[in-house]
C-alpha cells in the first residue's frame, strides 16, 4: 500500500530550505510525499514543491509562525493529524523542526527516532537506520503507528522530479493567542567571511592539538587561502575557543565537503560521525595512533603548528601560478 | 525562584567508547566508567549562574536513572546545587525519551517549577527530545539551544543559536530552557563544595513515589523498537607519512593531484 508521508518545509529567504528539499525528495522516493509550508512565504513557497516530489502541500500564509516559535507550528500539525492518517512524519534535522517534532511526539504519543541516515519499507514495515556511537548501526522501526523520523542533513540528496504539480490546500484557521507565546524579538546574523560550514566544499577545521586559542588563527588561515570554511572539534567549542556554531560532529554540524583538513584533532568517535562523509580527509596529527588517521587518506605525522603555516605559503605559492 | 537542572549519567565520553548490548538493545553499562555528562556541567553551571544573581533562588537537579547514577548527583551537588531528586526503578530501563521525559515531568509538576533548565542533547544519545516533550507535559513553552539567558519578572530572555547567528527570543515563565553545549564557563567542584555535598538534601523517589504506572514507562512504555544492531562500514584507511620537513609539500602535492587548489 502506498505509504503517505508528510514533510516540514521551512522557507529560508523565500526558499524551501536544502534540508527540508532532501526529505521530501526522499518521501516521494518511499510513497505519496505531502509538505507541510507554514509562515508569511507559505503560498509563494508551496507552489515550488512540487518539483521536488510533493504531491500535496498544505500551506498556512501566516507571519505568526515566523514570530512566534514552536507552538503554533506544533498546533498546526497537530491539528491536520486529527482529521487525516498519515504514516509517517519525515522531518530535517534542524533547530525549529527538533522542537516541533519534541513536542509533537509528546502531545500524540508518536513514536520517534532521531538521526536517521536511511529509510525504507520492507514488507510494509517500516526499517530507519540510525548510526550509533561510531561502532553500530541500529535499525529501528516504529511499530505503533504513525511516528517521526529526524533525518540527518544531506543524508539524501536533493532531486527535481518531472515538472509535477501539487495539489494545495490553503490553511486558514486562526492561530491560538495561548500558543504565541515563544516570541523572536530580533535576529541577528553573525557576519563571517567565505562560505558557511554546511556549503562550504573546503573544511579546515581545528582541535586541542593546536595547544592554545591564539593557534586557531592558522586553521582561519588555511581556510582563507583554501576558500573554505574553518571548523571546530566540541572539545575546542566547550573549552570556550570558538562558539558553537563552528562545532562539528554528532553534537554539531554535519559536513560532507570534497576536503576536509583535520589540523590537531584526535578524531574522537563523536566529531568523525559528523564530517567522515567527507571526499577526501587530510590529517595533521602528532600522536600517529590518534584515530582520525584510520579515517584520513592523507595523514601526517607532525606539529601542527610548524606545518600549517608552511602549508599556508606554499598553498599561497601555488595558487598564484 | 524554584529551579531546576535535568541530568543523566552516561558512559563517560571521553574514555569510553559507548557499545550496544546486542541482545538486550540497550547502551552498555557495566564495566564502564560512568560520569555526569559534561553538557549537563555546562548546563548546571549555566544554572548556577543565574541562581545566583537572581536572589531568593534554590536549584535542583533532577535525574532518572539507575542507582549508580547517585554520584553524578553528589557531582551536581559538589558543584553547588542546593538540593538533588534521583527517580531510580527497574521498570524504568529501558526508557524512550517520551518515557524519561514523562517521569521528569512528573516530578517537576509535583514540585512547581519556574525554571527548568536542561542541556540541548545528552552526549549518549543525542536525541535531544526530552525537554521539548517535558515541556510539552507541562503545557508550557520551551526556550531551546540558549547560549545567553537573562530572567527578568516572569519573562526569561535567551539568545538562541542558529545557523547563521543567533535570535533573541522571549518567553513568559514557568518555562522549560536548553543550554547549547559549552555556551557558559564551567564551575569546577571546590574541596569546600565537595565537603559541603553531603549536607544537602538527596531525594530518591522510586516510580510508585512518582505515581506513575509502570506500563507508561521503561520498554514498556517505549515507542520505539530496535530491529537490529549491526556493525558500522569502516573508511578505508589511506596513506600515513611522517613529516620530515616536507610535510607541506606532501600535502600541496595531494591537494594538486585531486584538483583541490
Given at each position: 500500500?502506498?505509504?503517505?508521508?508528510?514533510?516540514?518545509?521551512?522557507?529560508?529567504?523565500?526558499?524551501?530550505a536544502?534540508?527540508?528539499?532532501?526529505?521530501?525528495?526522499k518521501?516521494?522516493?518511499?510513497?505519496?510525499?505531502?509538505?507541510?509550508?507554514?509562515?508569511?512565504?507559505?503560498?509563494?513557497?508551496?507552489?515550488?514543491?512540487?518539483?521536488?516530489?510533493?504531491?500535496?502541500?498544505?500551506?498556512h500564509?501566516?507571519?505568526?509562525?515566523?514570530?512566534?516559535?514552536?507552538?503554533?507550528?506544533?498546533?498546526?500539525?497537530?491539528?491536520?493529524?486529527?482529521t487525516?492518517?498519515?504514516?509517517?512524519?519525515?522531518?530535517?534535522?534542524?533547530?525549529?523542526?527538533?522542537?516541533?517534532?519534541?513536542?509533537?511526539?509528546?502531545?500524540?504519543?508518536?513514536?520517534l527516532?532521531?538521526?536517521?541516515?536511511?529509510?525504507?519499507?520492507?514488507?510494509?514495515?517500516?526499517?530507519?537506520?540510525?548510526?550509533?556511537g561510531?561502532?553500530?548501526?541500529?535499525?529501528?522501526?516504529?511499530?505503533?503507528?504513525?511516528?517521526?523520523?529526524?533525518?540527518?542533513?544531506?543524508?539524501?540528496?536533493?532531486?527535481k522530479?518531472?515538472?509535477?504539480?501539487?495539489?494545495?490546500?490553503?490553511?486558514?484557521?486562526?492561530?491560538?493567542?495561548?500558543?504565541?507565546?515563544?516570541?523572536?524579538?530580533?535576529?541577528?546574523?553573525?557576519a563571517?567571511?567565505?562560505?558557511?560550514?554546511?556549503?562550504?566544499?573546503?573544511?579546515?577545521?581545528?582541535?586541542?592539538?593546536?595547544?592554545k586559542?591564539?593557534?586557531?588563527?592558522?586553521?582561519?588561515?588555511?581556510?582563507?587561502?583554501?576558500?573554505?570554511?574553518?571548523?571546530?572539534?566540541?572539545?575546542?567549542?566547550?573549552a570556550?575557543w570558538?562558539?558553537?556554531?563552528?562545532?562539528?560532529?554528532?553534537?554539531?554540524?554535519?559536513?560532507?565537503?570534497?576536503?576536509?583538513?583535520?589540523?590537531?584533532?584526535?578524531?574522537a568517535i563523536?566529531?568523525?560521525?559528523?564530517?567522515?562523509?567527507?571526499?577526501?580527509?587530510?590529517?595533521?596529527?602528532?600522536?600517529?595512533?590518534?584515530?582520525?588517521?584510520?579515517?584520513?587518506?592523507?595523514?601526517?605525522?607532525?606539529?601542527?603548528?610548524?606545518?600549517?603555516?608552511?602549508?599556508?605559503?606554499?598553498v599561497?605559492?601555488?595558487?598564484?601560478h | 525562584?524554584?529551579?531546576?537542572?535535568c541530568?543523566?549519567?552516561?558512559?563517560?565520553?571521553?574514555?569510553?567508547?559507548?557499545?550496544?548490548?546486542?541482545?538486550?538493545?540497550?547502551?552498555?553499562?557495566?564495566?564502564?566508567?560512568?560520569?555526569?555528562?559534561?553538557?549537563?556541567?555546562?548546563?548546571?553551571?549555566?544554572?548556577i549562574?543565574?541562581?545566583?544573581?537572581?536572589?531568593n533562588?534554590?536549584?535542583?537537579?533532577?535525574?532518572?536513572?539507575?542507582?549508580?547514577?547517585?554520584?553524578?548527583?553528589?557531582?551536581?551537588?559538589?558543584?553547588?546545587?542546593?538540593?538533588?531528586i534521583?527517580?531510580?526503578?527497574?521498570?524504568l530501563?529501558?526508557?524512550?525519551?517520551?518515557?524519561?521525559?514523562?517521569?521528569?515531568?512528573?516530578?517537576?509538576?509535583k514540585?512547581?517549577?519556574?525554571?527548568?533548565?536542561?542541556?540541548?542533547?545528552?552526549?549518549?544519545?543525542?536525541?535531544?527530545?526530552?525537554?521539548?516533550?517535558?515541556?510539552?507535559?507541562?503545557?508550557?513553552?520551551?526556550?531551546?539551544?540558549a547560549?545567553?539567558?537573562?530572567?527578568?519578572?516572569?519573562?526569561?530572555?535567551?539568545?538562541?543559536?542558529?545557523?547563521?547567528?543567533?535570535?533573541?527570543?522571549?518567553?513568559?515563565?514557568p518555562?522549560?530552557?536548553?543550554?547549547?553545549?559549552?555556551?557558559?564557563?564551567?564551575?569546577?567542584?571546590?574541596m569546600?563544595?565537595?565537603?559541603?555535598?553531603?549536607?544537602?538534601?538527596?531525594?530518591?523517589?522510586?516510580?510508585?513515589?512518582?505515581?506513575?504506572?509502570?506500563?507508561q514507562?521503561?520498554?514498556?512504555?517505549?515507542?520505539?523498537?530496535?530491529?537490529?544492531?549491526?556493525?558500522?562500514?569502516?573508511?578505508?584507511?589511506?596513506?600515513?607519512?611522517?613529516?620530515?620537513?616536507?610535510?607541506?609539500?606532501?600535502?600541496?602535492?595531494?591537494?594538486?593531484?585531486?584538483?583541490?587548489?
Open positions: 500500500m502506498t505509504k503517505t508521508i508528510w514533510t516540514l518545509v521551512e522557507i529560508e529567504n523565500g526558499q524551501p536544502r534540508s527540508s528539499l532532501e526529505v521530501l525528495g518521501a516521494a522516493k518511499l510513497g505519496r510525499a505531502e509538505a507541510i509550508v507554514l509562515g508569511a512565504q507559505a503560498a509563494e513557497v508551496a507552489l515550488m514543491l512540487g518539483e521536488y516530489g510533493a504531491q500535496k502541500v498544505y500551506a500564509a501566516d507571519a505568526t509562525y515566523d514570530t512566534y516559535l514552536t507552538l503554533p507550528a506544533t498546533d498546526t500539525i497537530s491539528d491536520l493529524l486529527q487525516r492518517k498519515p504514516d509517517l512524519l519525515l522531518f530535517p534535522t534542524t533547530y525549529d523542526a527538533r522542537d516541533i517534532a519534541a513536542r509533537l511526539n509528546a502531545r500524540h504519543r508518536l513514536g527516532i532521531t538521526d536517521a541516515t536511511d529509510l525504507q519499507y520492507e514488507d510494509d514495515e517500516l526499517r530507519v537506520t540510525v548510526p550509533w561510531g561502532e553500530n548501526v541500529v535499525t529501528a522501526t516504529l511499530p505503533h503507528g504513525p511516528g517521526i523520523v529526524l533525518a540527518r542533513p544531506k543524508a539524501f540528496g536533493v532531486e522530479v518531472a515538472s509535477n504539480t501539487a495539489e494545495i490546500e490553503t490553511l486558514n484557521s486562526p492561530i491560538n493567542s495561548a500558543s504565541q507565546s515563544i516570541k523572536i524579538l530580533d535576529r541577528v546574523e553573525v563571517s567571511e567565505g562560505p558557511a560550514l554546511e556549503e562550504a566544499s573546503i573544511i579546515v577545521s581545528g582541535g586541542r592539538g593546536l595547544g586559542p591564539e593557534n586557531y588563527k592558522l586553521v582561519e588561515e588555511l581556510a582563507k587561502v583554501l576558500g573554505g570554511a574553518p571548523g571546530a572539534t566540541r572539545a575546542i567549542v566547550d570556550g570558538l562558539p558553537y556554531s563552528y562545532q562539528i560532529g554528532q553534537t554539531g554540524k554535519t559536513v560532507k565537503p570534497t576536503l576536509y583538513i583535520a589540523c590537531g584533532i584526535s578524531g563523536q566529531h568523525l560521525a559528523g564530517m567522515k562523509g567527507s571526499k577526501f580527509i587530510v590529517a595533521i596529527n602528532k600522536d600517529e595512533n590518534a584515530p582520525i588517521f584510520a579515517a584520513a587518506d592523507l595523514g601526517v605525522v607532525g606539529d601542527v603548528l610548524s606545518i600549517l603555516p608552511q602549508l599556508i605559503e606554499e599561497k605559492r601555488r595558487k598564484a | 525562584m524554584k529551579m531546576y537542572v541530568v543523566k549519567q552516561i558512559p563517560d565520553p571521553n574514555t569510553v567508547v559507548s557499545r550496544l548490548d546486542p541482545d538486550t538493545k540497550r547502551l552498555v553499562r557495566s564495566g564502564v566508567s560512568l560520569v555526569l555528562d559534561p553538557g549537563d556541567e555546562t548546563t548546571i553551571s549555566a544554572a549562574k543565574l541562581r545566583d544573581t537572581s536572589g533562588s534554590e536549584l535542583t537537579a533532577v535525574c532518572m536513572g539507575p542507582a549508580s547514577a547517585n554520584e553524578a548527583m553528589r557531582r551536581a551537588l559538589a558543584m553547588g546545587v542546593d538540593r538533588a534521583l527517580i531510580t526503578d527497574p521498570a530501563a529501558g526508557s524512550d525519551s517520551l518515557g524519561t521525559a514523562r517521569v521528569l515531568a512528573e516530578v517537576l509538576k514540585e512547581g517549577a519556574d525554571l527548568i533548565f536542561c542541556s540541548t542533547e545528552s552526549t549518549d544519545g543525542y536525541t535531544g527530545m526530552v525537554p521539548g516533550a517535558i515541556a510539552e507535559f507541562l503545557g508550557i513553552p520551551q526556550l531551546t539551544f547560549r545567553e539567558i537573562k530572567v527578568e519578572g516572569q519573562k526569561a530572555t535567551i539568545h538562541r543559536v542558529t545557523q547563521a547567528g543567533y535570535q533573541v527570543v522571549e518567553s513568559t515563565l518555562a522549560v530552557v536548553t543550554i547549547a553545549s559549552g555556551s557558559f564557563e564551567a564551575i569546577y567542584p571546590t569546600k563544595g565537595i565537603m559541603s555535598a553531603r549536607k544537602k538534601p538527596f531525594v530518591q523517589m522510586s516510580l510508585a513515589d512518582v505515581g506513575l504506572d509502570p506500563s514507562v521503561g520498554e514498556a512504555g517505549a515507542r520505539e523498537r530496535v530491529l537490529a544492531i549491526g556493525k558500522a562500514e569502516a573508511r578505508a584507511a589511506g596513506q600515513v607519512i611522517k613529516d620530515e620537513g616536507d610535510a607541506a609539500q606532501r600535502i600541496a602535492d595531494f591537494l594538486q593531484r585531486y584538483q583541490l587548489l
